[in-house]
């Protein structure tokens, strides 16, 4: 008996499709492309960002609980405010 598809011929496509999926939100007015699956805190590790030191907007509403960070993904379409704060005299 032939088991149709054959697992080999295949590979699974979900996992495929989640590896080369992108998403395009807008980060500060500039369109970019993430990974599907991209939270708010990977974005700030990727912009080398300490989550203590900036404020968030996302989709017009102020971030004010930072633990939600990494549990919030982004999606195309996202708008995404980042203010840095700087210090010095």
Known sequence: MLN???PTMFPAMSE???R??????????????????T??????RELSLDPQLVVVEH???ILRDRTTF???PLATG????????VGGG
């Open 70 to 72: 990494d549990a919030l």
């Open 39 to 44: 939270t708010v805190g990977d974005l700030l």
């Open 20 to 37: 080369s999926a992108t998403i395009a939100p807008v980060v500060n007015g500039e369109p970019r492309r993430l990974q599907a699956g």
């Open 4 to 6: 149709w598809p054959h």
């Open 78 to 85: 996202d708008t995404i405010e980042i203010v840095h704060f």
């Open 59 to 61: 989709n017009r509403t």
């Open 16 to 18: 495929l499709t989640v």
